[in-house]
């Protein structure tokens, strides 16, 4: 009822409500569209959009489904009706941890399920509600399981049944709620947790019901594969054999990445090498992906950049930290202590944290070397400020770092391309700068899971041991050879020019949320767009997401 008073305002443009006009985007190619519908006959997806309030995604997928059904596809919908308890909708500076450890992700719910259906109102497809699949006596079985589990049982949980590690994506929930690394010092941790843990078995006790009652889908469509619901989502999906496609936004402006069979996360360490390696970067391409990388430094391609107006004058940067501009400088690039915290078989360290501390001990006792720590901004300027930061935790732990070590935190506006060039190698755990720096012939050591890792282009150890003993060839007497600048170059290309697919059929709106639009003639825009296609056909034949585009980046 809310729902449809909502609609009605909106309709007489009492209130705006931010949203794809599907029914206005259709008017005039109605017909055409209803044979569309009537005539798709190609495979069964189910896009399983869940939270629609994350609208950056709900719209996105809109979008998605009106170009499969335009492609002969039968797409439906499924979406959470405030079922669960907690959910990736749910961050501490929206929802005090108070309020959400007594009545859980209920503040959101409403606008969440109002957005979810305005995204996909005017397509009429057949949307399923996790209510429809779930009763309140499962619902309540769900709390009794979680009720008496400790801390670490709640991060540990495993659903017996059929083997889905439900802590692993709850933690990371709450992980992503609190903007932290750990659950440690968190006053209401265990309350959160067991929320998330909640949501996750009543997830999964709603897909495996979908797949059952539905099990003629043949492709599964998520956005992110991590986290509540939808890591748990993938999780059911990859038990009961059915094909999963996911995606994530990318880097550049009205842009994203999509994956056959997991998270993004995942997937980018395993690709194939063959993917790209043997393409042939001619001049045009080279010339391209560098004006790309280079505009990366101002931000200029993107959708985020996190400064106004930073500073580039290296010696400036380095002189005002204090260091020596004579000794070899090691630069170490962060990321994000709390974000995608997820397992990976082969880390060497327990996690970032862990990682820095290590490295830190080391350097105490390499006097001959400098350290400068450079925090991700993203810390502090992205949309979700993070509660807990590299440079005060490292400061908890030393109280005071020896003269050779030095931070740049995350709110100092300095750019972190020009340090590179006064630095003789630079480490890092998962940052993307490892494929710029790469491309740029710097030594790069990777210690965690960065997408370049074991695609012989960085400095990959196996395990701590083998960390230190590169640390210990510190300072390195040369760069890079150029066979290994060029695969570099090529890995960059492939990564951000070719697997970020950026389709036309959408406009940048800075300052609105979600930052992009659907545009209006959007019958006319999908013969012409072949990024869209490109990623409709990858879907439906499992082709590898891979589009490449023929005009410049400017």
Not at 303 to 324: A, H, Q, R, S
Not at 336 to 343: T, V
Not at 361 to 382: C, G, M, N, S
Not at 489 to 498: D, E, I, P, V
Request: charge should be neutral; aromatic fraction near 12%; hydrophobic fraction near 35%.
């Amino acid at each position: 009822m809310i729902y449809e008073i909502k609609k009605l305002l909106k309709k007489l443009k009492i209130r705006n409500y931010v949203t794809p006009e599907w029914r206005n985007l259709i008017e005039e190619n109605k017909e055409e569209f209803k044979i569309l519908k009537e005539n798709a006959n190609g495979k069964k997806i189910l896009i399983a959009t869940s939270a629609g309030g994350l609208t950056s995604c709900s719209h996105f997928e809109s979008l998605l489904a009106f170009a499969l059904t335009y492609y002969g596809a039968k797409v439906e919908i499924l979406l959470c009706d405030k079922v669960l308890p907690a959910c990736m909708m749910a961050t501490s500076n929206f929802i005090n941890e108070d309020q959400f450890s007594k009545n859980g992700i209920k503040k959101t719910c409403s606008a969440c399920l109002d957005a979810g259906k305005f995204a996909y109102d005017g397509l009429d497809l057949n949307i399923h509600y996790y209510s429809q699949f779930i009763n309140k006596e499962e619902i309540k079985e769900a709390k009794e399981v979680c009720k008496n589990l400790s801390l670490d049982e709640l991060m540990h949980y495993k659903d017996k049944e059929d083997d889905i590690n439900i802590g692993e994506h709850s933690l990371a929930g709450a992980l992503r709620y609190y903007a932290v690394g750990d659950l440690n010092n968190q006053k209401n941790n265990q309350k959160i947790l067991r929320k998330f843990t909640e949501a996750g078995i009543i997830t999964k006790k709603v897909f495996k019901n979908v797949l059952s009652t539905h099990n003629n889908f043949d492709i599964i469509l998520m956005n992110h594969a991590i986290y509540i619901p939808q890591g748990i989502i993938c999780d059911v999906a990859k038990k009961y054999k059915k094909k999963i496609v996911s995606y994530i936004t990318g880097y550049r402006k009205n842009s994203w990445i999509f994956s056959h069979g997991d998270t993004y996360h995942h997937t980018m360490m395993t690709e194939p090498t063959s993917e790209w390696e043997n393409m042939d970067l001619n001049e045009k391409k080279e010339k391209k992906i560098m004006n790309y990388l280079d505009s990366r430094r101002y931000g200029t391609n993107d959708w985020t950049y996190y400064f106004d107006n930073p500073e580039f004058d290296v010696k400036k940067i380095l002189t005002n930290k204090g260091l020596n501009l004579n000794k070899p400088i090691i630069l170490m690039a962060t990321n994000i202590i709390w974000d995608a915290n997820l397992d990976y078989h082969d880390n060497i360290f327990t996690n970032m944290m862990d990682w820095v501390f290590k490295t830190i001990d080391y350097f105490i006792e390499r006097k001959d070397l400098q350290l400068l720590i450079r925090a991700h901004p993203a810390e502090v300027y992205a949309d979700r400020i993070s509660n807990q930061l590299v440079k005060d935790e490292i400061l908890k732990k030393y109280k005071k770092l020896p003269n050779n070590i030095f931070i740049i935190s995350s709110d100092e506006d300095y750019s972190t391309y020009p340090l590179a060039e006064y630095s003789n190698a630079i480490l890092v755990y998962a940052s993307k700068v490892a494929m710029e720096f790469s491309a740029y012939g710097y030594n790069v050591i990777v210690a965690g899971e960065s997408y370049i890792k074991n695609k012989n282009i960085t400095l990959d150890p196996k395990n701590q041991k083998e960390y230190l003993e590169m640390l210990d060839t510190l300072p390195l007497s040369s760069k890079p050879v150029e066979q290994i600048i060029k695969r570099a170059k090529k890995y960059a290309y492939h990564f951000f020019l070719r697997r970020t697919i950026v389709p036309s059929a959408l406009f940048e709106t800075p300052g609105s949320w979600p930052i992009y639009k659907i545009k209006e003639n959007i019958f006319e825009e999908i013969k012409k767009d072949k990024a869209l296609k490109s990623i409709v056909e990858s879907i439906l034949y499992e082709k590898s997401f891979i589009h490449e585009e023929l005009n410049e980046i400017k």
